[in-house]
């Protein structure tokens, strides 16, 4: 029997994500935060030693990094191209039940606004590229004019994620509203941005962020409308 040459053994990083503890690993590093291995364990469900040797076996599958800090070791993606695998499948999973008040508020939070590994993300995300459009600073073709201008005062420095290795400024289907985000370098610098101006805020849930009662004021006056932040705000 011949076998087709295939373009790529994609066989051995679908069998590192598949199993359940690692999966979960994996989750929790995509709100694109390096974590300790006590952390992700507690996070997966597992003990210190097996949530070790998972990381042994993500770090040399090449989908984890490793990151020292004096005695202390964190582990992160090892690339976007990582996260966008793992959102890619988060479209094509089933959602767990959710059985308990936590999980709730966790999925709602989730929903609501997180990080894509390093863009964001759910309702706020959606938001965001909702009003790029509407307010004609995107297009089909990337930022517009108006959109490079709005970018500017915002602090995004444009020039410099046009010069990325990675794609400028791709239109990323959300996993949780089934609508497009924006992804990319520009989604990259636009979140940047929003964090150091404090108007994006991390919470205790990990990848979920809530827009600040700034965030709120600061993109309405900068869009021009109150539409992009009309949600209720989730602490």
């Known amino acids: ?105 966790q999925a709602r939070l989730l929903e609501e606004a997180r990080t894509c590994y390093d863009h964001l993300a759910g309702r706020a995300g959606v938001g965001l590229l909702d009003g790029l459009k509407r307010g004609g600073h995107f297009d089909g073709h990337g930022l517009t004019g108006s959109g490079e201008s709005l970018m500017s005062r915002l602090g995004v420095d444009v020039a410099r994620a046009r010069r990325s290795r990675r794609l400028f400024a791709p239109e990323c289907l959300d996993w949780t509203e089934r609508r497009a985000h924006l992804g990319g370098a520009l989604g990259a610098a636009v979140t940047e941005a929003l964090f150091e101006r404090g108007w994006l805020r991390r919470v205790s849930v990990p990848r979920a962020v809530i827009v600040t009662d700034a965030g709120r004021e600061g993109l309405a006056e900068l869009f021009g409308s109150k539409e992009l932040t009309s949600g209720t705000p989730v602490t």
Do not use: N
């Open 1 to 105: 029997m011949e076998y087709i040459a295939a373009d790529a053994d994609i066989a051995p990083v679908a069998a590192l994500i598949a199993e359940p503890a690692r999966a979960a690993i994996l989750t929790a590093l995509l709100g694109g935060r390096a974590l300790a291995a006590g952390e992700l364990a507690r996070m997966a469900g597992v003990s210190a030693a097996t949530a070790s040797a998972h990381l042994a076996r993500l770090l040399d599958g090449g989908l984890v990094d490793v990151v020292r800090q004096g005695r202390h070791r964190y582990y992160r993606l090892a690339g976007h191209e990582i996260a966008e695998v793992l959102e890619a499948l988060a479209r094509v999973g089933t959602r767990p039940p959710v059985r308990s008040l936590r999980q709730s508020r």
